[in-house]
C-alpha cells in the first residue's frame, strides 16, 4: 500500500511478482513453472492507486492482474 502511495510501480511490481533466482538463465530447456504472486493483490489496492493518481499501478492492477473496479472506484476515475 506504501509503494502504491509513492506511486512506484517498479516497487509494486517486486513486493507482488515472484520471481524465479534459482533457475540459471538461458540454460533451461523446458517450460517454466508458473509462480504465484508474493501478495493477492485486491480492489482495494486499486482504490488507493485512481485515489493517489497512480494510473500506471491502476493499469498494472486491471489490466496485467486481472483486478475489476467496483463502481465506487469507477466513480472515482
Known amino acids: 500500500m506504501l509503494a502504491i502511495r509513492q506511486r512506484n510501480l517498479k516497487m509494486v511490481k517486486i513486493l507482488v511478482e515472484r520471481g524465479d533466482k534459482n533457475v540459471a538463465r538461458g540454460t533451461e530447456k523446458h ?3 508458473r509462480l504465484d504472486d508474493r501478495v493477492v493483490v ?3 489496492m486499486l482504490k488507493l ?3 493517489c493518481g497512480a494510473h500506471e499501478i491502476a493499469r498494472y492492477l486491471t489490466e496485467e492482474k486481472g483486478v475489476m473496479p467496483d463502481m465506487q472506484t469507477l466513480l472515482e476515475i
Do not use: D, Q
Request: no cysteine.
Open 49 to 51: 492507486a485512481v485515489k
Open 31 to 33: 517450460k517454466k513453472r
Open 42 to 44: 485486491n480492489g482495494k
